[in-house]
C-alpha cells in the first residue's frame, strides 16, 4: 500500500514562493502518475500539477509558468515548487499517487489513487 506524507505547509505574502514535499513509499516511480491536487474552502478538489513515469508533466492553467512538479528518484519525494503566491492558492494541498490504467490529469482519480493527508498552504494579500 502507498503511503504519501506531504510537508512544506506555510503561510505566506502574496508574490512569495513555497516548496511542498510528499515522501512517497512507491516501488516504482514509473508505475504511477503522481499529482498535486489542491481543496479551497467550500470548492471541489482541483489538480493542479502531474507528472507521468517518463518525467512529462501537466500543469492547470491558473498555475502555469508559476509552479514546477518534479520528482526525485533518489529520494522517492514529489515536490511542487510555488512561486508568484497568490491569495487563490489558498487550500489544503495533497499529493496523490495514480495506479489506474489510462488516467488523464486532472480528472479526479478514482479508487485506484493514494492521497496523503494534506498540507495547508494560506496566501495572504
Known amino acids: 500500500q502507498v503511503q504519501l506524507v506531504e510537508s512544506g505547509g506555510d503561510s505566506v505574502q502574496a508574490g512569495g514562493s513555497l516548496r511542498l514535499s510528499c515522501a512517497a513509499s512507491v516501488d516504482s516511480y514509473r508505475s504511477y502518475c503522481m499529482a498535486w491536487f489542491r481543496q479551497a474552502p467550500g470548492k471541489q478538489r482541483e489538480g493542479v500539477a502531474a507528472i507521468d513515469g517518463d518525467s512529462s508533466t501537466t500543469y492547470a492553467d491558473s498555475v502555469k509558468g508559476r509552479f514546477t512538479i518534479s520528482w526525485d528518484n533518489a529520494k522517492n519525494t514529489l515536490f511542487l515548487q510555488m512561486n508568484g503566491l497568490k491569495p487563490e492558492d489558498t487550500a489544503m494541498y495533497y499529493c496523490?499517487?495514480?495506479?489506474?490504467?489510462?488516467?488523464?490529469?486532472?480528472?479526479?482519480?478514482?479508487?485506484?489513487?493514494?492521497w496523503g493527508q494534506g498540507t495547508q498552504v494560506t496566501v495572504s494579500s
Open positions: 496523490v499517487a495514480v495506479t489506474a490504467p489510462g488516467y488523464t490529469f486532472p480528472d479526479l482519480p478514482g479508487r485506484l489513487s493514494a
